[in-house]
């Protein structure tokens, strides 16, 4: 599966969890670790409103692992596609695809509060229960 190509501009297209965000604004990074054991760790996080975050993803497993921003609601639509086509190639900005022993980076803008969720849509993994949660919480006033 093709990695996200650093060099070609971002497509910055408007989601219900945010908006790809631009590297210059990160001010804090998350790592997330994958696992053969089907887990993210740690599965849920916390961002304000407003945030710009670099999500690194470290795969520590053996076998190709993803990560992909969405609502339960899309992300559970798109892992019933992946079933039907494993080999079906996609790549977006709130995505990363990680191999054994690598790492991958999603830059996101939080633009929005809410509860959103991450989840490797990788058949079988999905629903492993390899899930995480987003929490967004309000911009201080």
Request: aromatic share 6%; glycine share 8%.
């Amino acid at each position: 599966m093709p990695h996200h190509n650093a060099s070609a501009p971002v497509a910055k297209e408007q989601k219900d969890w945010g908006i790809a965000g631009d590297a210059q604004a990160v001010r804090r990074t998350i790592t997330l670790r994958m696992n053969d054991d089907m887990r993210f760790t740690p599965s849920h996080i916390e961002v304000r409103e407003g945030d710009t975050v670099r999500l690194r993803a470290e795969n520590r497993g053996k076998v190709l692992h993803e990560i992909v921003l969405g609502t339960q609601a899309e992300l559970a639509q798109h892992a019933q596609m992946m079933q039907k086509f494993p080999g079906m190639e996609h790549d977006e900005p709130h995505m990363a695809h990680v191999r054994a022993g690598r790492r991958g980076d999603i830059v996101w803008h939080f633009n929005r509060p809410g509860s959103f969720d991450f989840a490797c849509l990788i058949p079988g993994h999905y629903q492993a229960g390899m899930t995480g949660t987003i929490t967004v919480l309000p911009r201080n006033r």
